[in-house]
C-alpha cells in the first residue's frame, strides 16, 4: 500500500510540475527542465550499480548513446512513436549491460570501472564509423511542431519534457522498490563485503547481473528522446564526458545508496549548471561540477542526504 501512495504522489508532482511549468509560459523551462530531469533519470540509474553494489561505472555515456542511436536507426528504417522508441532503447542498453556485466563483472574495483570506460571508448568507435546512423558527421532528426494527445495539442518540446518526468517517475519508483526489497538487501551485501556474501550463499553474480541490466536500461531509456531533443547527434554530443561524470557526481552529492540522494543531487547540480549555461558558459559546467564534488567529498563524504543523517543521529544523542 505504502508503494501505491508513493506511486501515486510521484505522479501528482511530475502533473504539478508540468502545470507549473505551462502556467509560467516560457519554453526554455522545458529545455532546461528536460536536462535536470534527464539527469535525474541517469543518476538513478547510476545508483542501482554504483551506489546499491558498489560497483563504479564509468560508461554512463555509452548506455545513454546506446538508447540515443537505437532511436536514430529506427527513425532511419521506420519512424516510431517515442514512447516506444524509449522501451526499445532501454532494451537495447539492458542487453548490452548484461552482456558487459557477464564479461566484466569478475572485475573488481579500479579494473572494473577501466573496463566500463573501455567499452564506452568501443562503442564510440563503432558508432563513428556506421555510416547509416550518421557516423563521424552526425544526423539530423527532424521533430514536428506540435503533437496531439487525446485532443491536446502540445508543443514537442513540452510532450518530451512530460515523457522524461514520466521515465524519472519509473527510474525513481524503481530504485525505492529495489531498496526496500529482498534484491536491495543482496545488493546491500555486495556492496558491504562481496567475499562474506559469497560464503553465505548469497548468489552475487547473478545479483550484478539484474543491477547493471537494469541500470543499462534506464541508462538507455533516458537517452531514447535525445535526437528529438537536440535535433542534431553526433557520438561527440551523444558520449559526452558531461554523462559520464554527472552521473556519477550527482548520486555522490546527493547520497549514494538510498533513492532520494540522486534525486536531489541531480536536481541541485543539474539546476545549477542550467543557471551557468545561461549567466556564465556551458564550459564553466564540469568546472562546478569537479568543486562541488570535491567540497563534498571533503565535507560530506556520504553525501547532503548522509550529512542529514549523521546530524539527526548526534540530536538524538
Known sequence: MQSRIFLVVCIAVAAAIFAFARWLGSEYLFFAGYVVVQFVVLATAWNILGGYCGYVNFGSAAFFAL????????????????????????????????????????????????????????????????????????????????????????PYMQYLFLLMLLLAVVAIMAARTIERSRLGFGFATIRDDELAAEACGVPTLRLKLIATTLSGALMGMAGAPFPYYIAY?????????????????????????????????????????????????????????????????????????????????????
Open 67 to 154: 538508447g540515443a542511436y537505437t532511436s536514430v536507426f529506427f527513425h532511419k528504417t521506420y519512424p516510431l512513436p517515442v514512447p516506444l522508441l524509449i522501451l526499445l532503447g532501454g532494451i537495447v542498453s539492458g542487453i548490452v549491460g548484461f552482456g558487459m556485466g557477464y564479461l566484466t563483472l569478475r572485475l573488481r574495483g579500479a579494473f572494473f570501472a577501466i573496463a566500463t570506460l573501455a567499452l564506452a571508448v568501443v562503442l564510440q568507435t563503432l558508432i563513428i564509423n556506421w555510416n547509416y546512423v550518421g557516423g563521424s558527421r552526425g544526423a539530423y532528426t527532424i521533430r514536428p511542431p506540435s503533437i496531439d494527445i487525446l485532443g491536446a495539442t502540445l
Open 233 to 317: 547527434i553526433e557520438p561527440s554530443s551523444a558520449f559526452g564526458l558531461a554523462y559520464a561524470v554527472n552521473s556519477i557526481a550527482m548520486p555522490m552529492i546527493g547520497g549514494t545508496g538510498t533513492w532520494i540522494g540522486p534525486l536531489i543531487g541531480a536536481l541541485l547540480l543539474g539546476s545549477i549548471q542550467e543557471v551557468a549555461r545561461v549567466t556564465i558558459s556551458s564550459a564553466v559546467n564540469l568546472l562546478i561540477v569537479g568543486v562541488l564534488l570535491v567540497s563534498f567529498v571533503i565535507i560530506a563524504p556520504n553525501g547532503i542526504v548522509g550529512l542529514v543523517q549523521d546530524r539527526l543521529r548526534a540530536r538524538k544523542k
